[in-house]
């Protein structure tokens, strides 16, 4: 069975520190690993990883694929109050469908 | 820039009506996908529809749930005899396949602000 496994679950942290969030996943037929933040309602795009070893950076937002190991790392410097949210990971599968296997999410506090 | 848009942003329905969740996607798009979040778990994928026709379903997506592009803007999810078990946040996104290799983006799915279903 395909899955995405996101940790920690929750993170607080102080305005200034730097974060890193983790996304293990095994599935089957991989395309891409997005990386979405969740505040209110929707999930808004930050990233698509596809080929390891390079760096997506956007602002001070960056991140980074490892297809050998199965992994990626989300990573906030500076992080401010309003990085506050649920940052989700998904994994793109094959096939004409391209269906998003998403993980639980890690849930970042960020307290001034 | 162009967003997808989701109608009603809640919906309080009791249990075995049917509902209707209306999606319009970016209008060049040609993937619309239909996903859920209840509440405090993570979203799932529930099916996805490409050329007028279902491509890909979930286990989730049972003989309850049927979705329809109607007149080639709109993308709904009906669910037929909703079940308390129904109650979380639908969205909808959709995705091109015309891919950017200028600006060196791929496409991805857009979501929806979507559509809190609660079934008393």
């Known amino acids: 069975e395909d899955k995405v496994v996101q940790s920690p679950l929750s993170l607080v942290v102080h305005e200034g520190d730097t974060v890193t969030l983790n996304c293990s996943y095994e599935v089957t037929n991989f395309r891409s690993l997005l990386w979405y933040k969740q505040e209110k309602k929707a999930p808004t795009f930050l990233f698509m990883l596809t080929s390891s070893g390079i760096e997506k950076k956007s602002g001070r937002l960056s991140s980074i694929l490892d297809k050998k190991e199965l992994f990626s790392i989300l990573n906030i410097t500076a992080t401010q109050t309003g990085d506050s949210a649920i940052y989700l990971c998904?994994?793109?599968?094959?096939?004409?469908?391209?269906?998003?296997?998403f993980g639980t999410g890690t849930l970042l506090a960020v307290q001034p | 820039e162009p967003e997808v848009t989701q109608t009603p942003s809640h919906q309080v329905t009791q249990m075995g009506q049917e509902v209707i969740l209306r999606c319009v996607p970016i209008s060049n798009h040609l993937y619309f996908y239909w996903y859920r979040q209840i509440l405090g778990q993570k979203v799932e994928f529930l099916v996805s529809?490409?050329?007028?026709?279902?491509?890909?379903k979930s286990e989730i997506f049972d003989d309850q749930f049927s979705v329809e592009r109607p007149d080639g803007s709109n993308f709904t999810l009906k669910i037929r005899s909703t079940k308390l078990e129904d109650s979380a946040m639908y969205f909808c996104?959709?995705?091109?396949?015309?891919?950017?290799?200028?600006?060196?983006?791929?496409?991805?799915?857009?979501f929806g602000p979507g559509t809190r279903l609660t079934v008393t």
């Open positions: 996104a959709s995705k091109t396949t015309t891919r950017n290799e200028r600006q060196g983006t791929t496409y991805e799915q857009y």
């Open positions: 529809f490409y050329n007028n026709e279902i491509s890909e």
């Open positions: 998904a994994v793109k599968s094959g096939g004409a469908t391209n269906k998003l296997i």
